[in-house]
């Protein structure tokens, strides 16, 4: 990794979710070949980066703690996501998981929402956190925004039809990572619940 730019401005980034928010919801993906991206996800990721946003996934895997996942097979799948994202012209930024459960492990501040993922991510690839969007299926991938300044979006795919009575105030519902990109860029109405 490059060192940071000091005299370099903080960009913002999308914090985005990546189960039942950029692929398909599988229950403890392990196999590669499970991977299937939402509709309208890349091309939204896409709009993102060419819009100045720095494109982080930032991801529980607490089946990692459960051992219904080992470590290489979230990473086989990490790098699955990676590959068909590229072959839409898109390149991450970078990917955060926490792999613990507190049940099993005990607390961590990585899992969501807790914040060290994205303070980590804001340190290594200089990001604004406050000017930065929290996009995901549950609260607890777009409750960051509310300690950290910045916008949540709460998707509906995956989990978020079930979560969306949770909802923090100030967050947007969309209907999917496609409708969340229209709202932050501006091509679409929508009020904050």
Same mark, same amino acid.
């Given at each position: 990794?490059?060192?940071?730019?000091?005299? $370099? *401005?903080?960009?913002?980034? %999308?914090?985005?979710? =990546?189960? /039942?928010? !950029?692929?398909?919801?599988?229950?403890?993906?392990? +196999?590669?070949?499970?991977?299937?991206?939402?509709?309208?996800?890349?091309?939204?990721?896409?709009?993102?980066?060419?819009?100045?946003?720095?494109?982080?996934?930032?991801?529980?895997?607490?089946?990692?703690?459960?051992?219904?996942? $080992? *470590?290489?097979?979230?990473? %086989?799948?990490?790098? =699955?996501? /990676?590959? !068909?994202?590229?072959?839409?012209?898109?390149?991450? +930024?970078?990917?955060?998981?926490?792999?613990?459960?507190?049940?099993?492990?005990?607390?961590?501040?990585?899992?969501?929402?807790?914040?060290?993922?994205?303070?980590?991510?804001?340190?290594?690839?200089?990001?604004?956190?406050?000017?930065?969007?929290?996009?995901?299926?549950?609260?607890?991938?777009?409750?960051?925004?509310?300690?950290?300044?910045?916008?949540?979006?709460?998707?509906?795919?995956?989990?978020?039809?079930?979560?969306?009575?949770?909802?923090?105030?100030?967050?947007?519902?969309?209907?999917?990572?496609?409708?969340?990109?229209?709202?932050?860029?501006?091509?679409?109405?929508?009020?904050?619940?």
């Amino acid at each position: 990794m490059q060192p940071l730019d000091v005299n $370099r *401005p903080l960009r913002p980034a %999308a914090f985005v979710d =990546r189960d /039942g928010t !950029i692929i398909q919801e599988r229950h403890y993906l392990a +196999d590669p070949a499970g991977v299937e991206l939402i509709d309208g996800a890349a091309q939204a990721l896409r709009a993102l980066a060419e819009a100045g946003y720095a494109l982080v996934v930032v991801t529980n895997q607490s089946g990692i703690a459960r051992g219904r996942i $080992r *470590p290489e097979q979230y990473e %086989a799948v990490r790098e =699955r996501v /990676g590959e !068909i994202l590229a072959a839409e012209g898109v390149t991450l +930024d970078g990917v955060y998981h926490c792999p613990h459960h507190p049940e099993i492990t005990g607390p961590c501040e990585c899992r969501k929402p807790g914040l060290a993922l994205y303070e980590r991510a804001a340190r290594e690839l200089g990001l604004d956190l406050a000017r930065s969007i929290y996009i995901g299926d549950k609260v607890s991938d777009v409750a960051p925004a509310m300690k950290l300044g910045g916008r949540g979006y709460l998707v509906l795919t995956g989990h978020g039809a079930e979560e969306s009575a949770r909802v923090p105030p100030g967050t947007f519902v969309a209907a999917d990572l496609r409708d969340a990109v229209s709202r932050v860029l501006g091509r679409a109405g929508g009020s904050g619940r």
